[in-house]
């Protein structure tokens, strides 16, 4: 079975852009987290989506946003880039969510200039 | 303070010795707690998952849990190069969903 893809790998911005990163989760899995990891703060958790609804939410701020679709693909969006959004994003799939284990994707790697 | 505190290292240790990595934790709501393996630009693999107090035993690695003194150990014996990575440990509550609280993360390195 296939892992969790992350696409880009890379991304390089420059402040004040936007970026959207995407993730397909495992096959048959319907929850999806973001999670940004920096050197300063490690592994930070963004937000949950399960059946399309974010279920869950981190403590960043509205310039960070996502969506998941029907087929349970997800996106996040970044907006208004700064300096601070460099960073490791990785998503994370599992069949419910709750405590079933959670299975990471590569991450994509974003380099705000 | 951060909830769950973790050393970040670095340790180094030579091939063949017993590795010792913890984790403290300050929200008594935990009840869920794991260990990852990351290597260089690769993403988090899970290790060990272990529910509320006890221990788990699995290969060459053994996970602890002690809620009582909100602490969580991660032992790997016979220690290869390969397992040369930094470890995080994660915890979550019952009602946060899939929301992992990660420590620091600790890298380690195994000297053949």
């Known amino acids: 079975k296939a892992g969790v893809t992350q696409t880009p790998r890379y991304l390089i911005k420059t402040r004040g852009q936007q970026v959207t990163l995407s993730c397909s989760p495992i096959?048959?899995?319907?929850?999806v987290s973001w999670y940004q990891q920096t050197p300063g703060q490690g592994l930070q958790f963004l937000f949950e989506?399960?059946?399309?609804?974010?279920?869950n939410k981190g403590n960043f701020p509205g310039r960070f946003s996502g969506r998941q679709f029907s087929n349970s693909r997800s996106e996040m969006n970044v907006s208004t880039l700064e300096l601070g959004d460099s960073a490791l994003y990785l998503c994370?799939?599992?069949?419910?969510?709750?405590?079933?284990?959670?299975?990471f994707g590569p991450g994509t790697r974003l380099t705000v200039l | 303070q951060k909830e769950v505190e973790q050393d970040p290292g670095p340790l180094s240790v030579p091939e063949g010795a017993i590795v010792s990595l913890n984790c403290t934790y300050s929200n008594s709501a935990f009840q869920y707690f794991m260990w990852y393996r990351q290597y260089s630009r690769k993403g988090p693999e899970l290790l060990m998952y272990?529910?509320?107090?006890g221990n788990k035993e699995d290969g060459r690695f053994t996970a602890q849990v002690d809620k009582s003194s909100k602490y969580i150990s991660l032992f790997i014996r016979d220690s290869q190069p390969s397992d040369s990575a930094t470890y995080l440990c994660?915890?979550?509550?019952?009602?946060?969903?899939?929301?992992?609280?990660f420590g620091e993360g600790t890298q380690l390195t195994v000297n053949p």
């Open positions: 994660a915890m979550s509550e019952v009602t946060s969903g899939s929301r992992l609280t």
């Open positions: 994370a799939s599992s069949l419910r969510g709750l405590a079933d284990t959670q299975y």
């Open positions: 272990t529910y509320s107090s």
């Open positions: 989506y399960f059946s399309e609804t974010q279920r």
């Open positions: 096959s048959g899995h319907r929850s």
